[in-house]
């Protein structure tokens, strides 16, 4: 609680400065399972984007994420209704980067829209819980990369809300 006390202080003040170029922290919607049931949540990613000096990265903002196991590319078809009612088979990245999934839960209307490109990104952690419902509802083909995290272990972060991030990936720009 003192942590993100401090933490929205910080980030209030940041809002009173001039906006950088692009954010430093990378927010993203998270699945998580919470008292049984899945739930959204807006993650922050505790560890700030950094701007590396390695050649071809030397005035880029990098987020380092995590460890992973492997990665797979996924093409889901157009119109698709994702196989109903599922839990996050890993504690796992997602990222959309075509189409649109609507993700859903069973027990309550919160839902979210993400669009695949740079706002794309999904932590899915719920392998336990209730489970979601994922449909891919446009007219196109909902191209998805998913890679599961080493030893089950996912971003430091902060919760900004108890529900999906609203639009941007980089704080302040949404969250
Ligand atoms: C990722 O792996 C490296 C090398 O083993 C390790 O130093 C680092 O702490 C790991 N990062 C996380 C977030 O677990
Ligand atoms: C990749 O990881 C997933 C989840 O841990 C696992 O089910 C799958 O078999 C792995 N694939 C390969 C090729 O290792």
């Known amino acids: 609680m003192r942590l993100y006390l401090i933490i929205s202080l910080f980030l209030n003040y940041q809002h009173v400065l001039p906006l950088p ?5 990378l927010t993203a919607t998270a699945l998580v399972a919470k008292n049984g049931n899945t739930a959204f ?3 922050l990613l505790t560890k700030p984007f950094e701007r590396p000096s390695l050649s071809g990265l030397n005035g880029a903002q990098v987020a380092n994420i995590g460890n992973f196991t492997n990665l797979s590319y996924s093409i889901m078809p157009p119109r698709w209704d994702g196989n109903g009612l599922h839990n996050s088979p890993a504690l796992q990245l997602v990222h959309y980067l075509s189409g649109v999934a609507h993700v859903t839960l069973p027990h309550n209307s919160v839902e979210a829209w ?3 490109g740079v706002e794309g990104l999904l932590f899915a952690t719920d392998t336990t819980g209730t489970g ?3 449909k891919y509802p446009t007219n196109e083909e909902t191209v998805v990369i998913m890679a599961p995290f080493k030893d ?4 430091d972060h902060i919760i900004l809300a108890n529900r999906p991030c609203n639009k941007q990936q980089k704080f302040p720009q949404g969250s």
């Not at 170029?21 to 922290?25: D, E, K, R």
């Not at 089950?152 to 971003?155: E, F, T």
């Open 21 to 25: 170029q692009t954010a430093p922290y």
């Open 132 to 134: 979601h419902f994922t």
């Open 152 to 155: 089950r272990k996912g971003p």
């Open 114 to 116: 993400i669009k695949g």
């Open 41 to 43: 949540e807006c993650w």
